[in-house]
C-alpha cells in the first residue's frame, strides 16, 4: 500500500513563502493523480492543487498565481510552492494519492472523494 509522509510546513509572516513535500513509498501504480488539501479549524478538508502522472495540474481559485504544484520525475516526490502567504491559508495541510484504474477518466481533481491514500498533515500557520 502507498505511504505518504508530508514535511516542509512551519510559520511564517503574510507575505512569505514556505515549500511542502509528500514522500511517497511502496508506489507500483504506472499512473496516478496526487494532490494537496488543506483544512483549517472548524473547516471542511478543501482541495488546493492537484497534478497526475501526464502533467496536468489543477488549483483552487484562492491559491493561483500564488502556490505552485510539482512533482519529481520518478513520481515519488510531491511538492508544494507557496508563495505571498496570507492568514487564510493557515491550516493542516494534507498530501493525498490516488492509482488510476483503466476505466477512470485521467484528470487531477480537487474532491476529497476522489482520493484513497492519505497523509497525516503537516501544519502552516501564517499570521498577520
Known amino acids: 500500500k502507498v505511504h505518504l509522509v508530508e514535511s516542509g510546513g512551519g510559520s511564517v509572516q503574510a507575505g512569505g513563502s514556505l515549500r511542502l513535500s509528500c514522500v511517497a513509498s511502496f508506489v507500483t501504480a504506472n499512473e496516478y493523480r496526487m494532490a494537496w488539501f488543506r483544512q483549517g479549524p472548524q473547516k471542511e478538508r478543501e482541495g488546493v492543487a492537484a497534478?497526475?502522472?501526464?502533467?496536468?495540474?489543477t488549483y483552487a481559485d484562492s491559491v493561483k498565481g500564488r502556490f505552485t504544484i510539482s512533482r519529481d520525475s520518478h513520481f515519488n516526490t510531491l511538492y508544494l510552492d507557496m508563495n505571498n502567504l496570507k492568514p487564510e491559508d493557515t491550516a493542516m495541510y494534507y498530501c493525498?494519492?490516488?492509482?488510476?484504474?483503466?476505466?477512470?477518466?485521467?484528470?487531477?481533481?480537487?474532491?476529497?472523494?476522489?482520493?484513497?491514500?492519505w497523509g497525516q498533515g503537516t501544519q502552516v500557520t501564517v499570521s498577520s
Open positions: 493525498a494519492s490516488y492509482a488510476y484504474y483503466s476505466w477512470d477518466i485521467r484528470r487531477p481533481t480537487l474532491n476529497v472523494a476522489d482520493y484513497a491514500v
Open positions: 497534478i497526475d502522472t501526464a502533467g496536468a495540474t
